[in-house]
């Protein structure tokens, strides 16, 4: 079984910086994406970035110029670069990865079937 595990979180001032970092570990790992959501408080889960196999990358509009969601393949490990935070960004970031190869990945969460504990990240204005 897969296991996500993000790090990452904190307290940031708002203009300031985090990397979260999302750990895949337990059998062979395979998926053609991976993603990033965020889920604010009495609010639902929403999409923040996504990885295809082959690199090809979707952002939401609210990030896009923002994050960069990149991958470190040989550590088997996802991240999310953050910068110009604002507080509105103020969630709890969830990893998901897609397993199924017959499912063509999205942004929705039903296009994900592992998916990680979550890292909250706060901006303080």
């Known amino acids: 079984q897969v296991h996500l595990g993000e790090s990452g979180g904190g307290l940031v001032q708002a203009g300031g910086s985090l990397r979260l970092a999302c750990a895949a570990s337990g059998r062979t790992f395979r998926n053609n994406a991976m993603a990033w959501f965020r889920q604010a408080p009495g609010k639902e889960r929403e999409f923040v970035a996504m990885v295809r196999e082959g690199g090809n990358r979707t952002y939401a509009d609210a990030v896009q110029g923002r994050f960069t969601i990149f991958t470190d393949n040989a550590k088997n490990t996802l991240y999310l670069q953050m910068n110009k935070l604002k507080p509105e960004d103020t969630a709890v970031y969830y990893c998901?990865?897609?397993?199924?190869?017959?499912?063509?990945?999205?942004?929705?969460?039903?296009?994900?079937?592992?998916w990680g504990q979550g890292t909250q990240v706060t901006v303080s204005s």
């Open positions: 998901a990865s897609n397993s199924r190869p017959w499912i063509v990945p999205g942004t929705g969460v039903n296009s994900y079937d592992i």
